[in-house]
C-alpha cells in the first residue's frame, strides 16, 4: 500500500496590489513544489501561483474546484492523488484556508482517511484585526456573515453585543465589501454609546485601516471610508454590563 501524500493548507495575500510581503518564503517554497491543487476559484490560484513563482509556467498543474456548493464525490480527482502518495495544496481565495472558507470539508475528508494536513504560515484577516483591535484576545467568537438585511442585522448585531458583555468575549463579523456602509449605520442605531466597535479593513496592504472606537465616538466622528473594502468587524463590551434599552434608546434619540 502505497505511502500517503500530505495536504498543505497554503495561505495567499489577503489582496492582489501589495500583499506578496505577507507570504513567508518557506509557504511559497511549498507552493512552488506543488502540482496539484483544490481551490475556490482556479483563475484566481493561477493568478497567486504566478505572482509568487513568476518562472513557472502553469500548463502542468491541475486544479480542482472547492466552494460553498462542491459536494465530496466532486473531488475525488485530488483524493486519488493523495491516497497514491502525492501532495496536494489547498489554497483559499484570500488568506488562510479553511476560515471563512469552503475548504474544511477537503480538510475533514483528510482527516478521516489519516492524510497529514499541514497548515502553513500566512495573513488571517480574523486574527490579524483582533490582535490590533484592543480587544479580549482570550476569549472571542467569529461568526462569519450576519444577516444582509437591515432589520434582521440590528437583531444580529443586538445579540452580539448581550453576548459580549455577557461574555466577556470579542464577538468578530465580516461582511460583503458592497453592505460596509449599511453594517455600519445599523451598529450605530443597534448598539449602546459605550460599546466599543472595530473597523479593520485592507489588513496587511498598503491602505490598511485599523480603528477602534466607541459607538458614540463613532457617531462623532462619521463613517470612514468602508465602501467596497474588505473588512473586518469587532464588537466588544468591556467592564461594563448592558443597562437595558433605555440607554441605547435615549443615545439614538439624541444622536438624531
Known sequence: ?????????IPVPLGEEGGLHSIPAYTAEVLRQLDFFV????????????????????????????NEHTQESELRGAMDVLLKGGNVGLLSEAGC???????????AWAQRQGIAV???????????ALMASGMNGQR???HGYLSPKREPLLKDLKMLEQRAARQQET?????TPYRNAMVFETALQALMGETLLCIAMDISLPGEYIVTKTIREWAESGMPDVHKHPAVFLIAV???????????????KKRK
Open 39 to 66: 481551490v475556490e476559484r482556479a483563475k484566481t490560484a493561477r493568478y497567486w501561483i504566478k505572482k509568487l513563482n513568476p518562472e513557472r509556467s502553469l500548463e502542468p498543474l491541475s486544479f480542482y474546484e472547492l
Open 238 to 252: 468591556q467592564n461594563m454590563q448592558l443597562k437595558g434599552k433605555s440607554e441605547s434608546a435615549h443615545f439614538n
Open 97 to 107: 484556508p479553511c476560515v471563512a472558507d469552503p475548504g474544511a470539508i477537503m480538510v
Open 140 to 142: 472571542f467568537c467569529f
Open 1 to 9: 500500500m502505497p505511502t500517503k501524500g500530505k495536504l498543505y493548507l
Open 171 to 175: 464577538q468578530l463579523f465580516i461582511e
Open 118 to 128: 499541514v497548515p502553513l504560515t500566512g495573513p488571517s484577516a480574523m486574527l490579524m
